[in-house]
């Protein structure tokens, strides 16, 4: 008679040990750890306690190969952490325009916002990200869209004096 083994069941700290591993994996970009976890049956949009997703702390931090896999895993282009904001927005405000282009490649929302109405546009004209301008409104990007404030990218420009960026969108206008 064989002897059956019966499955170990995490104890609720082995739990969250674990899930505090599996997100650091994903801000430290390990892409083979991240796809032998997917293939294991790890949720592609786990989320921490601030709602930050895999994705994003891996597209937040640059890691493009971890965040290909993420994606190509099912995650989830468009769901905001618990701040509301998107990885579009996060790729902004870095300044990363290839993990942008593989955001949208992805299905990122180009217009997508926050629960203030800001954009990734809006982010990229703040931080006088001229390149990441062109590359959002050749996407589609809306030039006049406001936040709830009603400031769009141009006026965000002007509010931090983001002269490369003025000049770029006042053209547009």
Do not use: C, W
């Not at 293939?39 to 965040?67: F, V, W």
């Amino acid at each position: 008679m064989s002897e059956t083994t019966q499955p170990q069941v995490m104890t609720d700290d082995e739990a969250a040990e674990f899930a505090a591993q599996v997100f650091d994996v994903a801000r430290n970009g390990d892409a083979d750890t991240l796809h032998k976890l997917l293939e294991k049956g790890l949720p592609a949009n786990l989320r921490n306690q601030n709602g930050d997703t895999l994705l994003m702390l891996a597209s937040y931090h640059g890691h493009l190969a971890a965040a290909r896999v993420l994606l190509e895993g099912g995650a989830d282009a468009n769901i905001p952490n618990d701040k509301n904001q998107l990885p579009l927005a996060g790729a902004a405000f870095k300044g990363n325009l290839d993990m942008a282009q593989l955001l949208v490649s992805h299905g990122a929302l180009v217009n997508g916002a926050a629960a203030d109405g800001r954009t990734a546009l809006m982010m990229a004209a703040m931080f006088n990200r001229t390149a990441f301008v062109t590359y959002l409104l050749e996407q589609g990007a809306d030039l006049h869209a406001r936040d709830i404030a009603g400031v769009d990218a141009l006026g965000a420009a002007r509010a931090m004096g983001a002269q490369e960026t003025i000049a770029q969108l006042s053209s547009l206008m």
